[in-house]
């Protein structure tokens, strides 16, 4: 079992800047990689960014340029920096862990992120 907390959502205006935290906890030695995905209100959840446990990096289009993801192997924890924000980044954020051994999605509580025009 992989047990996720997320932190650092609110509300911020157009142009400002978040960072989001996922501490990971539990059996973290399985994990493959992790990322972030975002939910708006009558939308299906979509990828943000991963990061594999060798470093390697996706991003959606739509953040690419302005969010970067990267990990802490010591804190046991991924962050994601929103740079620039848009109104359309408005959504509850997740993070997710990957196990392929046991070919499992670890999910967190979700944050909400809030962006105003």
């Known amino acids: 079992q992989v047990q996720l907390v997320e932190s650092g959502g609110g509300l911020v205006q157009a142009g400002g800047s978040l960072r989001l935290s996922c501490a990971a906890s539990g059996s973290i030695f399985s994990i493959n990689a992790m990322g972030w995905y975002r939910q708006a209100p009558g939308k299906q959840r979509e990828l943000v960014a991963a990061?594999?446990?060798?470093?390697?990096?996706n991003y959606a289009d739509s953040v690419k340029g302005r969010f970067t993801i990267s990990r802490d192997n010591a804190k046991n924890t991924v962050y994601l920096q929103m740079n620039s924000l848009k109104p359309e980044d408005t959504a509850v954020y997740y993070c997710n862990a990957f196990s392929a051994t046991s070919d499992y999605d670890y999910w967190g509580q979700g944050t909400q992120v809030t962006v105003s025009s």
């Open positions: 990061i594999t446990s060798g470093g390697s990096t």
